[in-house]
């Protein structure tokens, strides 16, 4: 049962520090058109690798202090400001010399009133410098640098949107999963609970009875690896308990609160995505005010609260949820920016895979979406997708495979970048 308050969409109003990344100055374009504001001329007169960073909800306050600052210091920076989210706040682009966080954080020793922001900065800092190159599995740990990860869907449900229906009896699905594994998909995502837009949600007690025979028997078969599809900890438990080390989670553990804790006690990874709204309302007129702003401030928040709850950096993945709660366009800006995702310092997991966006644009049925799914698919590796969640495992890995093979061919190790 969906917690009431989940109802209202959740605010991130907190202060926040995205990180551009390094080098392309494409996305500070990109940044400054969203702003409505055209690339500054002097733009390219800085270092080829200039710093740049987005920062959200400043106070108005701590806003003077720091652009007092940055006018003190403009032969090394330059920026833009727009008003906030809230009258009480702005938000602010910035961009410079690779020397710019430095001076900032040695001004705020001496200025109290800049440390806010020189706290948040440092943070931001960190966690695109200890990004973790294994993902934790309870006992298994996989290599993210290696290749991109294929996790197959096996949805065994009546009413999923593309699938449901087919493997409802526990041999259907367990021969799928069979051959899922075989075409090469690194995990298998079982899912007993359709989320489609307007899904009516199942007793627990249902949904375990659908997911935990299979779990367990996948697992005693294949050895596989296995991921729950629900937010529900008493289905996490059970299927922990059969054999599953990874719980994909639609609320981000938002919808129930012994989630996180129990995730925290049985080392079991988690996904988290982003959502808004639920799935019986999250289609009715989505809106965002800027939508990679709005869910990088949501997922930033939600690994925050993982990892306050005791769950390891080394077991989060973060999912901006393509077609939870979006439009068309929402979901193109979402797919165009997500390199900007990639500053949150954690593994990232795509699922466009038959997603209504990709029959919309390429005017094709549910059942005539693999060429758009593998599009996408390799679009979002090419910005930073550590994880792809598919319906079509053969084809799909066929193709990451080329593309990791040629990502790799003079390296030896995988550094795919935009």
């Given at each position: 049962?969906?917690?009431?308050?989940?109802?209202?969409?959740?605010?991130?109003?907190?202060?926040?520090?995205?990180?551009?990344?390094?080098?392309?100055?494409?996305?500070?374009?990109?940044?400054?058109?969203?702003?409505?504001?055209?690339?500054?001329?002097?733009?390219?007169?800085?270092?080829?690798?200039?710093?740049?960073?987005?920062?959200?909800?400043?106070?108005?306050?701590?806003?003077?202090?720091?652009?007092?600052?940055?006018?003190?210091?403009?032969?090394?920076?330059?920026w833009?400001?727009?008003?906030?989210?809230?009258a009480?706040?702005?938000?602010?682009?910035?961009?410079?010399?690779?020397?710019?966080?430095?001076?900032?954080?040695?001004?705020?020793?001496?200025?109290?009133?800049?440390?806010?922001?020189?706290?948040?900065?440092?943070?931001?800092?960190?966690?695109?410098?200890?990004?973790?190159?294994?993902?934790?599995?309870?006992?298994?740990?996989?290599?993210?640098?290696?290749?991109?990860?294929v996790?197959?869907?096996?949805?065994?449900?009546?009413?999923s949107?593309?699938?449901?229906?087919?493997y409802l009896?526990?041999?259907?699905?367990?021969?799928?999963?069979?051959?899922?594994?075989?075409?090469?998909?690194?995990?298998?995502d079982?899912?007993?609970?359709?989320?489609?837009?307007?899904?009516?949600p199942v007793?627990?007690?249902?949904?375990?009875?659908?997911?935990?025979?299979v779990?367990?028997?996948?697992?005693?078969?294949?050895?596989?690896?296995?991921?729950?599809?629900?937010?529900?900890?008493?289905?996490?438990?059970?299927?922990?308990?059969?054999?599953?080390?990874?719980?994909?989670?639609?609320?981000?553990l938002?919808?129930?609160?012994?989630?996180?804790?129990?995730?925290?006690?049985?080392?079991?990874?988690?996904?988290?995505?982003?959502?808004?709204?639920?799935?019986q309302?999250?289609?009715?007129?989505?809106?965002?005010?800027?939508?990679?702003?709005?869910?990088?401030?949501f997922?930033?928040?939600?690994?925050?609260?993982?990892?306050?709850?005791?769950?390891?950096?080394?077991?989060?993945?973060?999912?901006?949820?393509?077609?939870?709660?979006k439009?068309?366009?929402?979901?193109?800006?979402?797919?165009?920016?997500?390199?900007?995702?990639?500053?949150?310092?954690?593994?990232?997991?795509?699922?466009?895979?038959?997603?209504?966006?990709?029959?919309?644009?390429?005017?094709?049925?549910?059942?005539?979406?693999?060429?758009?799914?593998?599009?996408?698919?390799?679009?979002?590796?090419?910005r930073?997708?550590?994880?792809?969640?598919?319906?079509?495992?053969?084809?799909?890995?066929?193709?990451?495979?080329?593309?990791?093979?040629?990502?790799?061919?003079?390296?030896?190790?995988?550094e795919?970048?935009?």
């Amino acid at each position: 049962m969906f917690l009431s308050c989940i109802e209202r969409e959740t605010e991130t109003t907190a202060m926040r520090v995205r990180l551009l990344q390094q080098g392309d100055p494409t996305l500070m374009t990109h940044e400054l058109n969203c702003m409505g504001r055209p690339a500054p001329t002097d733009m390219m007169d800085h270092p080829t690798q200039p710093f740049a960073c987005k920062i959200t909800a400043i106070p108005n306050a701590l806003a003077i202090g720091v652009t007092a600052w940055l006018q003190r210091h403009e032969r090394m920076a330059w920026w833009h400001s727009v008003p906030g989210a809230t009258a009480e706040t702005i938000d602010l682009l910035v961009s410079g010399t690779r020397a710019l966080p430095a001076a900032l954080c040695d001004e705020a020793q001496h200025h109290p009133a800049l440390r806010p922001l020189a706290a948040a900065l440092q943070q931001a800092l960190q966690h695109a410098q200890d990004v973790p190159t294994h993902l934790h599995l309870r006992e298994t740990a996989l290599d993210l640098r290696q290749h991109t990860l294929v996790m197959g869907i096996l949805n065994v449900t009546p009413d999923s949107f593309s699938d449901g229906g087919l493997y409802l009896q526990p041999e259907q699905a367990l021969k799928h999963a069979e051959e899922m594994l075989s075409q090469g998909a690194d995990i298998i995502d079982v899912g007993g609970a359709s989320s489609r837009p307007g899904a009516t949600p199942v007793p627990a007690d249902v949904e375990r009875e659908r997911v935990i025979p299979v779990v367990r028997e996948m697992v005693r078969r294949f050895d596989a690896h296995i991921s729950v599809d629900t937010y529900r900890a008493s289905v996490a438990r059970a299927a922990v308990e059969a054999g599953a080390v990874m719980i994909n989670d639609i609320s981000a553990l938002r919808f129930d609160p012994a989630m996180a804790p129990w995730l925290a006690e049985c080392e079991a990874a988690v996904v988290l995505m982003h959502m808004q709204g639920t799935p019986q309302t999250m289609q009715k007129s989505p809106t965002y005010r800027h939508v990679i702003d709005d869910i990088y401030g949501f997922l930033a928040e939600r690994v925050e609260y993982a990892m306050h709850s005791g769950i390891a950096r080394q077991r989060i993945v973060c999912d901006p949820g393509f077609g939870f709660g979006k439009t068309l366009q929402h979901n193109v800006e979402l797919l165009h920016g997500l390199q900007h995702f990639r500053a949150l310092g954690q593994p990232l997991m795509v699922g466009t895979s038959r997603k209504s966006f990709l029959g919309r644009l390429l005017q094709r049925d549910v059942w005539d979406r693999l060429e758009g799914t593998i599009a996408s698919v390799l679009y979002a590796m090419l910005r930073g997708a550590a994880i792809v969640r598919v319906h079509d495992v053969g084809p799909v890995v066929q193709a990451v495979r080329l593309v990791n093979a040629v990502a790799t061919r003079s390296t030896g190790k995988t550094e795919i970048t935009p």
